[in-house]
């Protein structure tokens, strides 16, 4: 069975399954009122500034991935300002909007910041009287792990890793998702979206998504879409929860003109290989919570030895221990993480090359539902390199803050 029969497929399934729900709402729309569908919209978001250079031993010390504002001159920053829509408009159709006005445009300058840019634009369908089995169309985080589909207005350390994070720029991308996951199960995954509990929402116990593969916001550059699959099941053991996981993704990754650089070598086509496979486990804060994962695969990758992008190895994870520290009506959560990751970054400059070894110390602190502050101390051992800068290996130690507030 090809891709074009299984889009079908999908497609009329949605229909009849809309049908239906059609005839079974008539029949009892006389007794029972139905709301409109602008009353069922929700608005909401957050924002967070930031100071990532309050103590900084090596000034060249940064990760554009991780924050703009990390090294050189930077000062007080506008990380994330998200506004979201979203709403249940009706009985299995669900759509979510969110827009985040805190993005930098690289090649209009230094100046050029908190432009406005699509994060979240999709619609879910269901295709059973629960909900339990679903399609969602549009952009949006693709199944890869527990760290990527964790909202960063419920994480507690600043970014996410290198290792598993460099899968997907803004871990987003443009395309069909399936998804299913028991009603139980799914209101579990709404309870942990709590962030006392740190959860990553509700993603289904198994996911698959066939995707452009080009990240988020940008073009897709050839027919050879991505393809992704996880699977995932939350525990209850006594009073904690442990989920397990596995994912993996595959597909062509095009290099665009504007990343390379003037000289380096490509492909003819600029198409590489790009896949990965990875294991999750989640051990939920309460109080004691514990996130390990890790991933291998091969992707583009710019070699030093050859002055060109070739497909090559990569792997790395993290470890993070963190513990939920109840005061009143408050929550503190100091943690640790370590993370390491040897590979490229496909989105960046000349598939940029990598070798991390980092260890984060922090602490959250929720003052209420609507402020947290952050703390966090870096102990970064880094080496990013590209045709341009052949020599980077930067180590150093960084004081960073955040101040959230969610509305």
Known sequence: MNVRTIVLSIFLAIGYTTYAQEKTETATETTTPVKKWYETINLRGYMQVRHNNIVMSNEKLGCAQCDNGWGGNGGVSLKRARIVLSGQVYKNVFFKFETDVATGISPAGPASQNFAQVRDAYFDIGLDEDNEFWVRIGQSKVPYGFEILQSSQT???????????????????LGAMFYWAPKEIRQLYRELSNPIYKGSGDYGV??????????????????????????????????QIIEPGIQAYTGKYVMYDSQLTPGVITNADKN?????????????????????????????????ATQSIRVQSLQGGYALVNYRLPFKNQYFFPYARYQYYSGGKKFETDARSYTVHQVDFGIEWQMN??????????????RYEDFALQKNHQTGNNLRVQAQVNF
């Open 369 to 382: 539902k609507h402020f947290e502050f952050t703390a966090e101390y870096v102990f970064a051992n880094r």
């Open 155 to 173: 994480r507690g350390n600043l970014d996410r890793s290198d290792a598993i994070n460099s899968a997907s720029l803004t871990e987003r991308d």
């Open 272 to 304: 590489y290989t790009d896949r990965r496979a990875g294991a999750s486990f989640i051990l939920y804060p309460k109080p004691l919570g514990f996130q390990v994962e890790y991933n291998i695969g091969e992707g583009p990758e710019f070699d030093k």
């Open 206 to 239: 198994i996911g698959i998504g066939i995707v452009n593969g080009q990240t988020a916001n940008r073009p897709e550059m050839n027919k050879k879409q991505h393809i992704f699959a996880r699977a995932s099941y939350p525990i209850k053991i006594g009073s």
